[in-house]
Every structure is written in C-alpha cells, then in structure tokens.
C-alpha cells in the first residue's frame, strides 16, 4: 500500500492556489495590524490536540486555516510599516529561488553530494564579494573563501572557533579549552557573540566587553589594547575580536582600521560582524563604512536582513579557508569519496556547525539577476532616503531628538522626556497596528529606534508612522 | 528611484511557472541519471563571472539556466534511485508549505516577534511527539517540550551544551570549560557527535568512542560503565552520553534502556540521537526500536530524513526545558519585551544556536495534515518492504551476504569477495546513473549500503538496482 503523496497535477493546482494566495497576501498586507493583539495560547488554542488520522484534505483547506487561525497571530515582518529590530526582507525573486531549492531537495554538504549546489554557491559568494568591493583575500580564487551561513549567529561561532584553532597553534582540536580564551567586543556588540563564546566553552566571562567612545558608541581602540595586555598579564589567550560595521543598537561603526592593526600585532583573529549593514557596500557611496576590512580574518553580512533575500541567508567569508576547514572538518568512512580526497573541491560541510545544508545559493542568484547590481543600489538608496526623511521629521520637532547618528536605514530617536515616557510612546505607536517599532537603551538611556527595509515601504508611510508618534507625543505630554 | 521589484502580477504568473517547472522535474526525474559525471569545475566555469549590471531578466531565463547549467550537476536526492547516505525526501505538501513561509517572512526567534510562528511549532511538536508515542515528559504541557533543528548535528550540539550546563552546575555559564568534561557514545555514533563535543571546546579527546557488540554493532553498557569509572577516577566529569537507535552505518540500535539506566545511576545527560531511524515510530509494530526513552534527557529525530518534509526539519525534544534555556539564554536590552518577561510563552531563540528563526512548523503541519497518521505510516511500511524485498534479493544470490540486520529501510550488504571489489562494485553500479548507492565499514570490511526513502521508488527500481549489482558482479567475479 502506498502513502497518498500528493500527484504531480495535484500539486501543479494546489501550487498555483499557493502562489496566489501568497501574491494576495502581499497585496493586503498594507492593511492588516503589523501585529497582534491577541495573549499568549490564542493560536495553539486554535488547533487540534492532536494530527489527523488520516489525511486527504485538499490545500484550500490549509490555506483556510492559515487565513483564520495564522495570519492574526504574526508580527508581519514584510509589512511596510513595520520597523523592528533590523529589517528581514525577501522578495519574489528570492522566494521563487528557494521554492526551486525545495522542489530539487538536494543535500550540498559535499562538493560530491551535488556538485552544483556547491558551485553556484562559490560563484555567488564570488559575486557577492565582488558586489560589495570586499578585499580581493576573500575571493575563492585565492586562499580564502566564501559559504551561507543560516545567520550571523552561526558566522560568529564558526569565526570564533576557527580563532581558537589557531591561537592555540592546532592543539584546541584535540584538547579543547585547556587554558583561558579571551574575545573582545564592544559593550554593543550583537549578543551573539557571548552567546558564540558561551558555546565554544569560553564562558560568558571570557568576553571582554569593552568601552565606547560616547559620541559614536564606536569601540575604542585604546580599550582593546588595554584589556589585551591586561588578559596576556594574567595568562590568558587573546583569541578573537569580534568589531562591528553597523551595531544593533544604533548602527554605530567599529574603526575596523585601527583595531585591524592591534590584531594584526597581536596575532589575534578579527572577524567583522555587518550583519545589517554590510548590504549598503553595494552602494560605492557607502563603502567609507567599511574601511579597514582589509585587516580581516572573516566577515560576514545577512542578505536575508537588507538585500532582499529570504532568511535563512548570511554571508560569511574566510582569506584562509584552510584554517576554517581544519578546525571543523571530522571525516567519517561513510562520507569519504574520491572528490574530496582529491583536494580539487569543497565541501561545505566543513565550513559550518550542521552536516546537512539546503540549496540556497539559488535564491541568491534570482536575486543578483533579477535586480542587478543597480536595482540592489536603487533598494538600499531607497531605505536611506526614507530613513533621512524620517530623521528631517525628528529634528524639525523641538520634542523630540536624534539620539545617533543614521547612516543606513536605521534612524535613533526620542522625545525629550523621562524613560517612562518614551516607553509609553512607542506602546502607543504600536498599539495603532499600524507601525512597529522597537527600543534599545544607549548610555542607560531608552531610544526609540525606527529600521526601514520593506520594498513596499514609501514616503507615506515614513510620514504616517510620523504622525503617529507626533500625536502620541501631543498626548503623553499634555496629560 | 524604487529599485525594479517584481510587481505582484509578474509574481503570479512566474510562480506558477516555476510550480510547473517543478512538477515537470518530478514527472522526468526517473529519467535522468541519479548523479553527475562532469568533472569539478563544470557548474563555474558555466556561470558569468560577475553579476548582471542591470537585471530585467525574465524568470525564464532562470529556468532555462536551470535545465542547462544546474541540472546536469547534480546528486538528484529525489530520484527513485537515489538510495545513498540515508533519505533527504521532501514531498508536495512540505514544499507547499515551506513555500508559505517564504512568503510570510516572519522571524520566530521570540513569541513576541511572531506569536503564530512559536505556537504552530510547539502544537506541531507535541503531534509529532503523539504520533511517535515519544515519553510524556518531552510534552510542552509538562516541563519539556519541541523544538525545530536545522539538524541533528545542532541538536546534538544544543544537547551537549545544556548537558555541560548541568554537570557543571551552573558554573559553565560563566567560566566556560573549565575541567576535564567528557562525551560517550559508540565507535558508530555519528561524525556530528566528536563535531559537537570539539565546537563545546571538549575537543576530540573529550570524546569515548565505546565498543560495540560485534553482531549487533551496538554499544556495549559494560564498556560505558568502565568509561565512565575510568574518568571519574581520572578526575574527569562525565557530561553526557548519545545513545543511537539507528546508526548512521548499519541502523544498529544501542541499548537505551541499559545505557540509560547507568546515566541516571551517574546522572549523566542522556541523548538519544534516531536522526534517521526515528519517524519508524509512527508505525506500532517498529517502537520496539525506541523501548527506554523514558531515560532520555533529549532526543532528536530528522523529518527532513524520512517522513516527507523538506531539509531543514529536525526534531528535537527536551525532557526539562529550563535547563535548556539557562544555557542558551542571552537577553539584550532590544530584545526585551512584556511577553518574555511574563514567562507565559516560549522564546525559541533560547532553544538553538541561531537567533532567527523561519517559520518551519509551517511545512510539518502541511505534511502531518495531508498524510495524516495513517498515510505516513503507509510510507514507512513501504520503504521497510522495499529494503527487505532488495534484502530477499541478496539472500538469494549465494556471491552476496547481508552485513547487518535491516529493521528499517537500509539494507547493508557485500560481495563474497576483497573490500577492493566490493568497492569496484558500488563504482560500477552508480556508473550507470540507475542507481546511486554508498558504502562505510564495518569492523574493517567494506560494506555497501542502500537506503530506501524516495516516495518515487517503487519494486521495479528495486528490483532494477538488483539487476545492476548481480551483472556488475558477474563481470568483476569472471575476470
């Protein structure tokens, strides 16, 4: 007896209703809430207790329910007035690569898995570095190289570990953490990065946290070197510095110059972390921000944050592969094969935590094809635009200010009034449903933070979610 | 200037044309050869070398680019011949589902940044863990609980990190390795396991790779049990044992309930990886292969592997997810928010390496809703009556012998004949592009391997696959 897989004209209909009912989605999303209302349990609630006996429900079905039980329970992330965190766009481009991803179902954990998984791969980091002027060591035609991550996260674990290969001259490989590594970052380093170190087996007190300059929240060189001889005084192991183009707090930007060389006299790794920002080095007029590069270890960057690509895509680069490799590689009998034994290629499972590893190259290259190296310029250029509308909004109200500077598409702001209130301002905001922002706390103090990154996102919207703020701000501060 | 998007008109009419060119490669799929014979380079060198300038490419130059430069390079993991490694099966309805996640674009990593998206998952992990019968205590209502893994090598990571966090207890949050910790599992536990233990920073040495009973290939308990004395008076601290119900060689299947008992007698971590052999469960008659659980600490198994739902798909369970996310738990001021504060939800960021998170629950439910219980089953039944159909073949031919016992769907099997043939062999026939078969060693001997898990594969691939083997034989035996 066979399962009931659904046949091939019966997905060909189903996923055509898919595809519409997605392209209908996007067409309303405009006016849906950009979040929900609803306390914890609504959705699950919702649900049955337990999974059908058997199955045979056509996909309007599914979708139906997607309808009534799914679709009020989301933060949508691709509506244009949401403006959390930092941006997760995709595009149809990239939702159509991925869905060829899916349909192929094939494993690219080795070169020999499926050849062309890990090519197209190469060529596109190829492309990607290209896209965004990094130093020519990244390249894969050197020594160095570049593979998807799922996320920045991973990036960071995966530099940090390679790190401790080499500053414990290969020994980590085998004894593990047998003395005390260090890494360094400033205090807005991402959290990812005492969560790297918790997991590599650094502990969280084995991130220096260091000192910014107040005017930037950029970190200071001088901290670095101070907390670097301060730790070789006592014995310890400089590992890793992990510097930030683009914080997730404010978007302040590292000098990668200046500490690039204290690492470089250290013999200590430098990994770069651009995970929102590095996508505005496809604009040449944006490149100052990186800076320094050159004096990197490993970099990455999340196309799935600002360049239109669906998650799970982070960019990630090595100038030495082969330290990478070492540090990660365990080969067992069943995955031994003529291709790898002959050095001629890569395999990507040795670049990253998972064995397994999804075709996701593929939405990278619709993308690049679809837009172009001009229609990603023309995006970026559009979610600085808007983020400079907004700041001129800000500063031409005496009530509120700028609380950093807004280089890309994220703009920091406050109302001239206590934590509480600030707080209240953006509960307010975003109890409309018609914008969501979200907060940090810079020097002790809460900011408002507003990140544009949704291709529906226009200047009507910048100047609604102005509004909003503007008469929340009448009202928090007449009471 | 906007950036040229793909207008919602153009989306529909691409995306039904990448559905259908999906279907058409399902529909010819058994025509292809199962894997590629062009050399490395192939793919690349078919690519230009930089990105379009300009895009406006219609999507049907992609797919041509598809068929002309992607298809011919690879490892066709769907192919009714494909029977390397173990299954990577998707289905129409995961694909359908994941395509609906691309589409909505939300990050899970907090209830509160996608309510839905944290709900659905836990609902569906709770029918997942009903549908195997797993042990009450992995249940959200009690103190464990789901979560989706890219796969098992991040589970088993996840796993090995919250077993360090206890038999620290609570020191390794914030000290890191600090002693001698240690990982057990049998010389047959997967590659992921020394992988996971050197990224924890317990380095490969931290690793016992136990003996194994030589029928059954299963670890032996005696052997754990002097490990663990061996350590304990080494002054090393046992943290955590994997235990596995279907290796990666042979799908032997250790003694949990034997091993289990000796970590409770310890109280050492118990995880229990069934990457591949775990979606047996859904059927009545093969839980006897998962008898013991109830000492399982964790357990993982891989729907991405066997049960229909496209890569990235693992399971895992936790028995007490406080643990878990007292390891795992990092909280920066821009994450915080009233729901986690409340602790009445789920923050999943806290489950898994990675911060974002997309919405995979979504191609479970799909699965789990259009198979249903009984379709699902009816899909393990037939792989286990296919690879016992090639196992009759092989019995029947007096040059050929069976290697391991096969209660699933792999079939390990060898010629009477030097592991040089045998190795001729497995050449010969994935030559032909019929079949794709691969190998690993047992107690020394090669051993071929085919695993049956294609929903395409029906007895007369079986049967043809046979063929192969017996002609190839017949030339390398008469020469």
Not at 209 to 236: K, S
Not at 276 to 295: D, F, K, N
Not at 467 to 472: F, G, K
Request: proline letters at 5%; charged letters at 20%; glycine letters at 8%.
């Amino acid at each position: 007896m066979n399962a009931p897989h659904m046949d091939l004209d019966e997905f060909r209909r189903a996923g055509h209703a898919v595809v519409d009912w997605i392209a209908d989605y996007w067409t309303t999303l405009h006016q849906r809430p950009v979040t929900s209302a609803d306390p914890p349990g609504t959705v699950a609630e919702a649900l049955p207790g337990s999974p059908p006996a058997t199955g045979g429900e056509p996909v309007e079905a599914f979708l139906a329910d997607l309808d009534a039980i799914v679709l009020p329970g989301l933060t949508h992330w691709q509506h244009p007035g949401f403006f959390g965190y930092f941006p997760a766009n995709t595009s149809g481009p990239s939702l159509l690569g991925d869905l060829v991803s899916s349909g192929l179902g094939v494993q690219g954990m080795m070169w020999a898995t499926s050849p062309a998984c890990t090519e197209l791969e190469t060529v596109m980091m190829d492309w990607l570095a290209e896209l965004l002027d990094l130093p020519p060591r990244f390249s894969s035609t050197g020594s160095g190289g570049g593979v998807i991550q799922d996320s920045a996260s991973s990036a960071t674990l995966v530099a940090t570990l390679a790190a401790l290969h080499r500053a414990s001259g290969g020994r980590w490989r085998g004894a593990g953490i047998d003395r005390r590594y260090r890494a360094y970052t400033s205090v807005h380093g991402h959290s990812s990065i005492e969560k790297a170190a918790r997991i590599a087996g650094l502990g969280a007190d084995g991130v220096r946290a260091l000192d910014v300059d107040p005017d930037t929240q950029a970190l200071r060189p001088d901290a670095l070197r101070a907390a670097i001889e301060a730790d070789l005084a006592a014995g310890d192991v400089p590992a890793i510095v992990v510097a930030t183009i683009g914080t997730t707090s404010t978007t302040a930007i590292d000098p990668v110059a200046e500490i690039g060389a204290i690492c470089a006299e250290y013999g200590i790794w430098l990994h770069v972390d651009a995970a929102y920002a590095g996508a505005a080095a496809v604009c040449p007029e944006l490149r100052w921000s990186h800076a320094g590069l050159e004096y990197a270890d490993s970099y990455c960057f999340d196309p799935h944050k600002w360049l239109l690509t669906g998650f799970d895509c982070d960019a990630f680069w090595v100038a030495d592969r082969s330290e990478l490799v070492e540090a990660l590689t365990v080969l067992p009998e069943y995955m031994r094969n003529a291709a790898s034994e002959s050095g001629a290629v890569l395999d990507y499972r040795d670049w990253q935590v998972p064995l397994g590893r999804r075709f996701r190259a593929l939405k990278l290259w619709f993308v690049l094809r679809w837009y172009g190296v001009e229609g990603l310029r023309a995006h970026i250029r559009s979610g600085v635009a808007l983020a400079a509308r907004f700041a001129d909004h800000v500063r031409a109200d005496d009530r509120f200010e700028l609380a950093a500077a807004h280089p890309f598409s994220l703009v920091c702001f406050r109302l001239r009034a206590d934590d509480d209130t600030n707080a209240e301002l953006l509960a307010s905001v975003n109890a409309t449903g018609r914008a969501h922002l979200t907060h940090t706390r810079v020097a002790g103090r809460y900011i408002l933070r507003l990140a544009v990154g949704s291709p529906q996102t226009t200047e009507a919207h910048i100047d609604e979610t102005w509004t909003l703020l503007a008469e929340a701000a009448d009202k928090l501060l007449t009471r």
